[in-house]
């Protein structure tokens, strides 16, 4: 008996342990007009307050949280902005440590060397992103070496490098070379119409203990995927590996990167949205399986509207999405390019376009329907194994795995763009 209760004891022990570690998240939403507020997402009472800048909520899709609350800004350099900041301001990187605030600017095109008729420029586009321990920044650079001739770009040569530094830039520390091909030369006068480069991909922006890197051709009208590759931290080292096929776009993974889900665009261009079909994948353990196809699910090949998993969330072996459309309730449906009339498809599309935006949950492992539908909503995180938090009618709710609604929030959002959940 005496055993028995020090066994009961010691398992209690080891849950009271184990429940918080599995509780400590953290949720930050977005606040007009210039803050960022952490909430306990047990109970949703606000914690603390940060101050960001106003072009953080014009794009909030450009800013990363991690889970040490973290802030990270980071917008593509050249991009327009509404609320008049300044040009000194608007194309630069915004960072909070977690105590204080700082700021990059972007980098440039700087010039070099040449000679008559023949010029040598070089473009550095680099990329920075929190790493998931709080205590790094992890920064990419991808050079351009290019050769310009009468007023075109006639070569290049492309390389890129990873490295992490210290909060405040400083002690960098080699990760990975991507080394050039060679050089390309530019058949079109544009070096990005027809010559790869590397991107570097890692889940919410953050480099824990995986990232993706994807070499790819932007092109003119469509992007080419050629390779990618998962690297994944080893202790103090990391082990790369090529994937089974390229990731175009990732939308989320588990803790090591062996699972990987990538959304597949259906590559319309030219004005129209729905050339193709859209699918989003599974990959692991070498094999690609598809866990949502467009084209089965809507059937859609008449109107010019695509439907797509805009992003996803796994937890405890399930997978949770978010299927958007690209027109809405609203608006005229035209014929797609290579369709024909059809008053049915016409009804039933009108119809699924009114529920959405919609999470879904599935089990990725099968080919079963999805487990729960959630209409009108899109997807935050998971709060639990059971539980996931939604955007929904302006607010933030919460809803179980069988999608059934829980709970409303008290906290108002404008999208689910707004609400990190780390």
Not at 263 to 280: I, M
Not at 398 to 415: E, H, L, N, Q, W
Request: charged share 25%.
């Amino acid at each position: 008996m005496r055993r028995r209760g020090s066994l009961l004891a010691l398992a209690v022990t080891v849950v009271a342990a184990v429940a918080p570690a599995q509780a400590a998240k953290q949720l930050w939403v977005l606040q007009e007009p210039d803050r960022i507020v952490e909430y306990d997402p047990s109970t949703f009472v606000a914690r603390r307050t940060v101050t960001v800048p106003r072009r953080v909520l014009e794009h909030p899709e450009f800013l990363s949280v991690n889970a040490r609350g973290q802030l990270l800004f980071l917008p593509p350099l050249g991009t327009e902005w509404t609320t008049g900041e300044l040009a000194t301001t608007r194309d630069r990187a915004w960072f909070w440590d977690g105590q204080h605030a700082k700021e990059w600017k972007l980098e440039g095109v700087k010039a070099r060397g040449g000679s008559t008729g023949r010029r040598t420029l070089t473009e550095s586009a680099r990329q920075w992103f929190l790493s998931g321990g709080g205590d790094s920044v992890v920064w990419f650079e991808t050079t351009f070496e290019k050769v310009v001739e009468d007023g075109g770009e006639r070569e290049v040569r492309t390389a890129a490098r990873i490295w992490r530094t210290d909060l405040g830039g400083g002690s960098p520390q080699p990760i990975a070379s991507l080394a050039s091909s060679g050089t390309c030369r530019c058949e079109t006068g544009v070096c990005t119409e027809t010559c790869p480069a590397w991107s570097l991909w890692a889940p919410d922006g953050i480099v824990g203990d995986f990232f993706v890197v994807t070499r790819l051709t932007p092109g003119q009208l469509e992007t080419t995927y050629h390779e990618s590759l998962v690297y994944q931290r080893a202790g103090a080292t990391w082990a790369v590996k090529k994937l089974v096929q390229p990731v175009p776009k990732p939308l989320t993974g588990d803790e090591k990167g062996e699972m990987l889900v990538t959304a597949l665009p259906d590559g319309g261009c030219c004005g129209w949205d729905n050339a193709g079909n859209d699918q989003t994948l599974l990959l692991r353990h070498g094999k690609a399986a598809v866990v949502y196809d467009e084209f089965q699910r809507y059937d859609n090949r008449n109107y010019d509207v695509s439907f797509y998993t805009a992003d996803a969330r796994l937890a405890a072996g399930k997978l949770a999405y978010t299927i958007m459309a690209t027109t809405g309730p609203s608006a005229e449906l035209r014929v797609s390019e290579d369709g024909k009339e059809n008053a049915a498809e016409l009804a039933r599309l009108r119809k699924a376009i009114a529920a959405l935006p919609a999470v879904e949950i599935v089990d990725p492992t099968t080919t079963a329907p999805p487990l729960a539908v959630i209409a009108r909503a899109a997807l935050v995180g998971w709060l639990s194994d059971t539980e996931l938090l939604v955007a929904q009618d302006g607010r933030l709710a919460v809803y179980d795995i069988r999608g059934a609604k829980r709970k409303d929030t008290p906290i108002r959002v404008r999208s689910a763009a707004d609400a990190f959940l780390r």
